[in-house]
C-alpha cells in the first residue's frame, strides 16, 4: 500500500529508480530473479543461428527436415510441460523453489547441448531447456510481483520483459560472435549456463516470495521481508490487507491445500481474470510476433533482400528495436496503465501488419518478368517448368520460384536487379555463377523496389507491439488472480502462451506457401482488430492497485470502458470500496 495519493502524472519510471536509490534491495530481488527471463529470451533466439553450424556438423540434421523442425520445436514443447507444472509447482513449493528448479533445467540443457554427440543428445537438450523456459516465463514476473510496492509493480516486472527481449538480443550478438570459432554452435547454446548458474546462486541468498509465506502460515518469515520492501510507514498497512485478503480465501475455501478445479472455474473473480490472462496471452502470440522474431531473415528475403548477411543485419537491428521497446515500457507502464498501452499497442500492430500485406502484395504482384535472352545466357542451367512452358513469355519471378520440378531460382539483371532476369535450377553451382557475374540470386523473394516498405512496416511492428502486447499480459497475468490460484492460474496463461506459441510458429511458413504472405499478413491483422476488442471489453485496469485490490475489482466488474480518463490511483480505490 502507498502512504500518499501518486497523481497519474507521477511517473512510476522515476520513482521506480528513486526507490532504487533509497532502498537497493527491491531492485535486487527483480532483476535476479528477471535474470530467468533473460535466459527465456535468449534460449529462444539463439537457435536460428545454431542451427545454420549444426547441419554442417550433422548430415542427417542436414538431409532431413524433420530433425532440424525437431530441434526447433521440442524447446517449445518442454516449455509447454514447464509451463504446466510450473504453476503447480508456485504454489506447492514457493517461486523461489520453481526459479531455482528452472535454472538445475537451465545448466543441465546448455551442458547437454554443448556436449551433443548427436542429434538425439541436442534434442533431449532442448527438452532440458524448454522446460525451463517454461518454468521462467510465468514464475520470474510471478515473484516481482509479489515482491514489489505497488506504485512501482508494473515497472519491476517490465524490466523481466526487456531481459527477455534483452536475451533475444544477445542471442543475435552471441551468433556473430562464434561464428568463426572452433564448435561454433557449441559455445551459442553452452554460453546459457553461465546465467542459469548466477541466477541459482543469487537466488539462494534471496527470500521466498512474502505473499507465498504468508498465505502458508509463515507469517513472521514474511513480515520481515515485506519490511525491507515497504517504508516504516506503509509497511504496516501492507501487512493487514494481506493478512485479510488470505484468512478471507481460507474462510471461502476451508483448506489451505486443496484446489479443486471446477470450483476454480465457477469462481466468478477467478474465471473473469483467467478470461482476461489467457485471452491476452493467446492473443500475444497469434497477432504473429513470432513469425517476426523465430522468421525475421526469411521475411526479409521474402520482401526482396536477397543477401544472407543484409537478412542477418536487419534482423539484429529488429531484435534491438524489441529490446528497445521494453525499456519504453518500463517507463509507461504505470504512467499510462496497462488497458491503454495494450489498446495503443494493438492499433499499431494492425496498422503495422496492413502496411506489410499491401507490401507483400504489390511485391508478389509486380515482380520482375524472365528475359528469355537472359536464360538463354545460362543454357545449361535452364528451369525446366520454364523451357517446358508455353506461355514462358508471361512468366515474372514469383512463377519461377514456384516451379518444383526440380526447384528454380531467379537470377537478376546485371544492370538492375528490377529489370527482367533470367529463371534458372536452384542449386549451388548456379549460385555462383550468378554471383560471379555480379548479379543477385533469388530463391525466397523477389527483387522489389518496395523492399524498404516491408522494413519499416516489420519496425513499426515491433515498435508498437514491443511496449504493450509485448510486456503487459505478463504483468496482467501476475497480479489480475486471487492470491490462493495465482500459481495454477499463472501456469495455464503460461501454458495457453506457448501453445499458441507452437501454433503459429509451426504454421507460418507453410501459410505463406499456401495463401501468400500477404494474406498470411492480412490474417494477423484481421487478428489484431479482433483482440482490439477483446482488450476494450474483457481486460480490466490494474494500474497502481494492491493485488488484494484487483479481486475487488473483478468481483464488480469494473472493466473501465471509457479507457481513455485519467484516473488517479486513489480514484481506482474508491471505486472499489464502494462495493
Not at 494493438?346 to 515482380?367: D, K, M, Q
Request: hydrophobic share 45%; proline share 4%.
Amino acid at each position: 500500500m502507498e502512504g500518499g495519493i501518486q497523481p497519474v502524472e507521477t511517473s512510476a519510471f522515476r520513482d521506480c529508480f528513486s526507490l532504487a536509490w533509497k532502498n537497493p534491495y527491491v531492485l535486487r530481488l527483480a532483476f535476479s530473479a528477471g535474470i530467468g527471463g533473460l535466459l527465456f529470451g535468449y534460449d529462444t533466439g539463439v537457435i536460428s543461428g545454431a542451427l545454420l553450424y549444426i547441419r554442417d556438423d550433422f548430415d542427417s540434421v542436414d538431409k532431413e527436415t524433420v530433425l532440424q523442425e525437431s530441434i526447433v520445436s521440442m524447446a517449445v514443447a518442454g516449455a509447454i510441460i514447464g509451463a504446466a507444472i510450473g504453476g503447480w509447482m508456485n504454489d506447492r513449493y514457493g517461486r523461489r523453489s520453481a526459479i531455482l528448479i528452472a535454472d538445475f533445467l537451465f545448466f543441465i540443457g546448455a551442458v547437454i547441448m554443448a556436449a551433443a554427440q548427436n542429434p538425439g543428445m541436442l534434442i533431449v537438450g532442448r527438452v532440458f531447456v524448454g522446460l525451463g523456459v517454461g518454468m521462467a516465463s510465468m514464475t520470474s514476473p510471478l515473484y516481482i510481483s509479489e515482491a514489489s510496492p505497488a506504485k512501482i509493480r508494473g515497472a519491476l516486472v517490465s524490466t523481466n520483459g526487456f531481459l527477455i527481449t534483452g536475451g533475444q538480443f544477445l542471442s543475435y550478438l552471441i551468433n556473430l560472435a562464434f561464428t568463426k570459432a572452433p564448435g561454433t554452435w557449441r559455445w551459442m547454446l553452452g554460453v546459457a549456463g553461465i546465467p542459469a548458474l548466477v541466477q541459482f546462486v543469487l537466488m539462494i541468498l534471496l527470500p521466498e516470495s512474502p505473499r507465498w509465506l504468508f498465505r502458508k502460515g509463515r507469517e513472521e518469515e514474511a513480515k520481515a521481508i515485506l519490511r525491507k520492501i515497504y517504508p516504516a510507514h506503509e509497511v504496516e498497512t501492507e501487512i493487514q490487507d494481506l493478512k485479510e485478503s488470505i484468512e478471507k480465501e481460507i474462510e471461502e475455501e476451508g483448506s489451505s491445500e486443496k484446489i479443486n478445479f471446477i470450483k476454480l472455474w465457477k469462481t466468478e473473480t477467478v474465471r473473469r481474470g483467467l478470461i482476461a490472462g489467457v485471452g491476452l496471452q493467446v492473443f500475444q502470440q497469434f497477432v504473429g510476433i513470432n513469425t517476426v522474431m523465430y522468421y525475421s531473415p526469411t521475411i526479409v528475403q521474402l520482401a526482396g533482400f536477397a543477401s544472407n548477411q543484409t537478412a542477418l543485419l536487419l534482423s539484429l537491428v529488429i531484435a534491438g528495436l524489441n529490446a528497445l521497446g521494453s525499456i519504453v515500457s518500463i517507463y509507461f507502464i504505470d504512467r499510462t496503465g496497462r488497458k491503454k498501452l495494450l489498446i495503443i499497442s494493438l492499433i499499431g500492430v494492425t496498422i503495422s501488419l496492413g502496411l506489410l500485406s499491401a507490401v507483400f502484395h504489390e511485391t508478389t504482384s509486380h515482380s520482375s518478368q524472365v528475359s528469355l535472352a537472359e536464360t538463354s545466357h545460362f543454357a545449361n542451367y535452364t528451369c525446366p517448368d520454364y523451357s517446358l512452358a508455353k506461355d514462358y513469355a508471361t512468366w515474372d519471378c514469383m512463377k519461377c520460384l514456384k516451379a518444383s520440378s526440380p526447384d528454380c531460382g531467379f537470377c537478376a539483371s546485371p544492370a538492375d536487379k528490377l529489370y527482367p532476369g533470367a529463371c534458372l535450377i536452384s542449386n549451388d553451382t548456379v549460385k555462383h555463377l550468378c554471383h560471379g557475374e555480379d548479379r543477385l540470386w533469388y530463391t525466397r523473394g523477389c527483387p522489389s523496389k518496395y523492399g524498404w516498405l516491408a522494413l519499416i512496416g516489420l519496425a513499426l511492428y515491433i515498435i508498437f507491439f514491443s511496449p504493450g502486447m509485448g510486456t503487459a499480459p505478463w504483468i496482467v497475468n501476475s497480479e489480475i488472480y486471487p492470491l490462493r490460484f495465482r500459481g495454477v492460474c499463472g501456469g495455464i496463461a503460461a501454458t495457453a502462451n506457448w501453445v499458441s506459441n507452437l501454433i503459429v510458429a509451426q504454421s507460418f511458413l507453410s501459410l505463406t506457401q499456401a495463401i501468400g504472405t500477404s494474406w498470411t499478413f492480412l490474417i494477423f491483422g484481421g487478428i489484431s482488430v479482433v483482440a482490439l476488442f477483446f482488450v476494450i471489453i474483457y481486460v480490466p485496469e490494474t494500474k497502481g492497485l494492491p493485488i488484494e485490490e484487483v479481486e475487488k475489482m473483478l468481483e464488480m466488474r469494473a472493466l473501465q470502458f471509457r479507457f481513455w480518463e485519467k484516473t488517479t490511483r486513489t480514484d481506482s480505490l474508491q471505486k472499489n470500496q464502494a462495493v
